[in-house]
């Protein structure tokens, strides 16, 4: 045994997830998180006695309320929000339409947009596609890690969408300073907390931050596709209009009646029915990182990611890490860089070790505190070595 899991107080909740028998070491945890044990139950259970049993009169017996209430718990659990500022629906994607929508539509008369030239590519395609509708320009920042001195901002930006932790590097953004630096310039940010919900904790309400987006298959661990987060700050909830006007975000669906006008609150960013099996395992992971704490989640992330580290300095001289050494400046993944990489990948997956690859040479290792031992990480880190020596 690694002797760093013998004395990890998280250690027993690896236990609590679906060991895959073919996989020795899961390290891409960033990607798509372990389904728990208790999902399968879960969605079983939902399946005959909600849907089968109570069947239509289940959405008066609390379906159409769980988009709120599980966002007001990941708001509690991992966010730092306080309630009716967070719900869940649709992908990633869209929810960053329509929160970049509503922010450009709540700045008239400014004209630019302003994002990272590495943020994750369908963040830069929303962008872009906003821009074309809206006749705006979009101003590049070229660095992947985003500080203050390289925001692009002037009384004509409008909105602007970053990333928490960015999701090649892993370069974990200062959101507090970065937010106010954006306001001094009366704009708008939409941060995306993709790569950091449940793994690296926020304190959105006490930041300030005007708008989040962040998806729920990574470590929220709600399964492939289960829908994305969004969150509003509540000052901003009484003037916000999303652009895609359906009935379950307008004032009274039930009475289908004419015209639309958006409901109060946090359910007016929402659009059609809400995907009620797509959120039931992401409900166990919350409640998980409830008990175990996002303070000790954070502080057994940094100590797997320092751990990979130190073993690639040791047993991979001749590969680069493309993320900060620092900690602070570091979220839940590394990534390592070496051109041999994208042909190891099928040999890695042979011996059970599954990493994630990003283009053009790295290795990206995220490591999902809750599920991920040291001992994984430790054989993950030989494997590659092993491969490489053998080149
Ligand atoms: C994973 C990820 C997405 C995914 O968007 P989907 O609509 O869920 O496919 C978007 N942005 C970032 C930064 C991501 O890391």
Same mark, same amino acid.
């Given at each position: 045994?690694?002797?760093?899991? &013998?004395?990890?107080?998280? *250690?027993?909740?690896?236990?609590?997830?679906?060991? &895959?028998? !073919?996989?020795?070491? %899961?390290?891409?945890?960033?990607?798509?998180?372990?389904?728990?044990?208790?999902?399968?139950?879960?969605?079983?259970?939902?399946?005959?006695?909600?849907?089968?049993?109570?069947?239509?009169?289940?959405?008066?017996?609390?379906?159409?309320?769980?988009?709120?209430?599980?966002?007001?718990?990941?708001?509690?659990? *991992?966010?730092?929000?306080? #309630?009716?500022?967070?719900?869940?629906? +649709?992908?990633?994607?869209?929810?960053? %339409?329509?929160?970049?929508?509503?922010?450009?539509?709540?700045?008239?008369?400014?004209?630019?947009?302003?994002?990272?030239?590495?943020?994750?590519?369908?963040?830069?395609?929303?962008?872009?596609?906003?821009?074309?509708?809206?006749?705006?320009?979009?101003?590049?920042? /070229?660095?992947?890690?985003?500080?203050?001195?390289?925001?692009?901002? @002037?009384?004509?930006?409008?909105?602007?969408?970053?990333?928490?932790?960015?999701?090649?590097?892993?370069?974990?953004?200062?959101?507090?300073?970065? =937010?106010?630096?954006?306001?001094?310039?009366?704009?708008?940010?939409?941060?995306?907390?993709?790569?950091?919900?449940?793994?690296?904790?926020?304190?959105?309400?006490?930041?300030?931050? !005007?708008?989040?987006?962040?998806?729920?298959?990574?470590?929220?661990?709600?399964?492939?596709? @289960?829908?994305?987060?969004?969150?509003?700050?509540?000052?901003?909830?009484?003037?916000?209009?999303?652009?895609?006007?359906?009935?379950?975000? @307008?004032?009274?669906?039930?009475?289908?009646?004419?015209?639309?006008?958006?409901? /109060?609150?946090?359910?007016?960013?929402?659009?059609? =029915?809400?995907?009620?099996?797509?959120?039931?395992?992401?409900?166990?992971?919350?409640?998980?990182?409830?008990?175990?704490?996002? +303070?000790?989640?954070? &502080?057994?992330?940094?100590?797997?990611? /320092?751990?990979?580290?130190?073993?690639?300095?040791?047993?991979?001289?001749?590969?680069?890490?493309?993320?900060?050494?620092?900690?602070?400046?570091?979220?839940?993944?590394?990534?390592?860089?070496?051109?041999?990489?994208?042909?190891?990948? #099928?040999?890695?997956?042979?011996?059970?070790?599954?990493? !994630?690859?990003?283009?053009?040479?790295?290795?990206?290792?995220?490591?999902? #505190?809750?599920?991920?031992?040291?001992?994984?990480?430790?054989?993950?880190?030989?494997?590659?070595?092993?491969?490489?020596?053998? /080149?």
């Amino acid at each position: 045994m690694n002797a760093l899991d &013998a004395v990890d107080p998280l *250690a027993r909740y690896r236990d609590l997830f679906i060991q &895959a028998p !073919d996989v020795a070491a %899961y390290l891409d945890g960033n990607s798509l998180g372990r389904p728990l044990a208790v999902t399968p139950g879960r969605v079983a259970e939902f399946v005959t006695e909600q849907w089968g049993y109570t069947l239509i009169q289940g959405w008066d017996n609390g379906w159409m309320s769980l988009a709120q209430s599980i966002g007001d718990d990941l708001g509690r659990v *991992a966010l730092g929000a306080a #309630p009716g500022q967070t719900t869940i629906g +649709d992908s990633t994607t869209v929810l960053l %339409y329509k929160l970049v929508r509503a922010a450009a539509d709540l700045r008239p008369g400014r004209t630019e947009l302003v994002i990272d030239r590495d943020n994750f590519p369908t963040d830069r395609y929303v962008l872009e596609g906003i821009a074309a509708e809206r006749g705006l320009t979009i101003r590049w920042i /070229e660095a992947s890690d985003v500080t203050i001195d390289r925001l692009p901002l @002037s009384e004509q930006t409008a909105v602007v969408v970053l990333s928490h932790v960015a999701y090649r590097s892993g370069f974990l953004a200062d959101v507090p300073a970065l =937010t106010a630096a954006i306001h001094d310039h009366g704009a708008l940010v939409v941060w995306d907390l993709c790569h950091s919900a449940g793994v690296v904790p926020t304190r959105l309400d006490d930041w300030g931050v !005007d708008l989040a987006v962040g998806c729920t298959y990574k470590y929220l661990n709600g399964g492939p596709g @289960s829908p994305a987060f969004a969150y509003v700050r509540s000052d901003l909830l009484g003037e916000i209009r999303q652009p895609i006007q359906g009935w379950l975000g @307008s004032a009274r669906p039930f009475e289908m009646g004419q015209g639309y006008e958006p409901a /109060e609150g946090i359910t007016r960013m929402l659009s059609g =029915t809400p995907p009620v099996i797509g959120m039931l395992a992401m409900r166990d992971m919350i409640a998980l990182i409830d008990e175990a704490g996002i +303070d000790a989640i954070r &502080a057994k992330s940094v100590a797997l990611t /320092e751990y990979a580290i130190a073993l690639a300095d040791e047993l991979l001289p001749a590969v680069t890490l493309s993320t900060p050494r620092a900690a602070d400046n570091r979220g839940g993944h590394i990534t390592l860089d070496h051109p041999s990489f994208e042909a190891m990948m #099928p040999k890695l997956w042979q011996r059970g070790v599954i990493p !994630d690859f990003r283009r053009p040479t790295g290795i990206r290792l995220g490591l999902s #505190p809750l599920s991920t031992s040291f001992a994984e990480v430790e054989l993950g880190v030989r494997t590659i070595a092993e491969l490489l020596a053998v /080149e």
